[in-house]
Nanobody, 121 residues
Framework: QVRLVETGGGVVQAGGSLRLSCAAS???????MGWFRQVPGKEREFVAA????????YYADSVKGRFIISRDNAKNTVYLSMNSLKPEDTALYYC???????????????WGQGTQVTVSS
């Protein structure tokens, strides 16, 4: 069982920045780490993903150029740096681990509890 704990959410004005962190209890069972987000009444959507090894990253078109996913292997932690935030970025943000660096929710095996990001206009 992998435990994931997200931190760093909060309230920010449009145009501002936040950095989310996701601490994993271990990396044994996962190759890829992803960030997803969800608003009430909508499906969970992919935001970004990376692997523990190598430099590959993958972004949703809606955040490309504004968000950066990074990791610190020594700390088993993945980050999501969010810049130029928009009100439509408001959501509950989750991190997840899985075996493939893909955008499909079903491909990720373990999930954190989520951290709320609210962007005011």
């Amino acid at each position: 069982q992998v435990r994931l704990v997200e931190t760093g959410g909060g309230v920010v004005q449009a145009g501002g920045s936040l950095r989310l962190s996701c601490a994993a209890s271990e990396r044994t069972f996962s190759t890829a780490m992803g960030w997803f987000r969800q608003v009430p009444g909508k499906e969970r959507e992919f935001v970004a993903a990376t692997r523990w090894i190598g430099s590959s990253t993958y972004y949703a078109d809606s955040v490309k150029g504004r968000f950066i996913i990074s990791r610190d292997n020594a700390k088993n932690t993945v980050y999501l740096s969010m810049n130029s935030l928009k009100p439509e970025d408001t959501a509950l943000y989750y991190c997840a681990c899985g075996r493939r660096m893909v955008s499909e929710v079903a491909e990720y095996d373990y999930w954190g509890q989520g951290t709320q990001v609210t962007v005011s206009s």
